[in-house]
């Protein structure tokens, strides 16, 4: 079962503009992280938010944590066509099963 | 390489036949995901192992779907009697638990799958 869901479910943009996707959950998390994932590819890492932080940055991306809403949100910066790829958020409870989301999937149009 | 590897990257088999799969996690992690994913949707987790031990089971895995990992190192997932359901990628993750860890303990290292079709 889905933990996660991403809203939008897709989203189409320009090079240089900010993609923002949510991400809201059912359950007390531990942690929330967003994964990316190339076509057929495995996931890779982005940034890890506690549940007790409420924004995060690296490099382009900024991530903002609401707990209270149980929602989350991952803001890309100036996009580049290579950004071109699906993301998830991800989250675990008090212990070490991690369970993701739907998806965003991003298209960035240089 | 030392990041996680499956083996093989592609399966075509027949329905009711068995198939087995291989992760190779990175070398000194000592937890072991398996997650199934289909077109379009996000990994829905199967199982891990926190060393050699078997932790947790989703029931997604039916009784023909087992895991082992023996040594504490590679792991395998087999399917018997495959189904056309089955068709799915099948993704393998990593992560180092410390008693003490910090964040980088958190994060999962993942393969890049191994892509099942069955007909």
């Known amino acids: 079962s889905q933990q996660g869901e991403e809203d939008p479910q897709a989203l189409s943009i320009q090079e240089g503009e900010n993609a923002t996707m949510n991400c809201s959950y059912k359950t007390s998390i531990n942690n929330l992280q967003w994964y990316r994932q190339n076509s057929g590819r495995g996931l890779v890492h982005l940034i890890l938010?506690?549940?007790?932080?409420r924004e995060k940055h690296s490099g382009r991306l900024r991530v903002t944590l609401d707990t209270s809403k149980k929602s989350s949100s991952l803001l890309i910066t100036a996009s580049r066509a290579a950004d071109t790829a699906s993301y998830f958020c991800?989250?675990?409870?008090?212990?070490?099963?991690?369970?993701f989301g739907t998806g965003t999937k991003l298209q960035v149009i240089p | 390489d030392t990041g996680v590897s499956q083996d093989p990257r592609h399966k075509i088999t027949k329905r009711g036949q068995n198939v087995t799969f291989r992760c190779d996690p990175i070398s000194e992690h000592n937890r072991l995901y398996w997650y199934r994913q289909t077109l379009g949707q996000g990994p829905e987790f199967l199982t891990y192992f926190q060393n050699e031990a078997q932790l947790e089971k989703s029931r997604l895995l039916s009784d023909r779907f087992s895991a082992e990992r023996p040594k504490g190192s590679f792991s395998t997932l087999e399917i018997q009697r495959t189904e056309q359901g089955d068709s799915a990628m099948y993704l393998c993750?990593?992560?180092?638990?410390?008693?003490?860890?910090?964040?980088?303990?958190?994060?999962?290292?993942f393969g890049s799958g191994t892509q099942l079709s069955v007909l």
């Open positions: 938010i506690r549940s007790n932080e």
């Open positions: 991800a989250t675990d409870r008090l212990g070490p099963k991690v369970t």
């Open positions: 993750a990593s992560s180092l638990a410390r008693v003490a860890g910090g964040e980088d303990d958190e994060k999962l290292f």
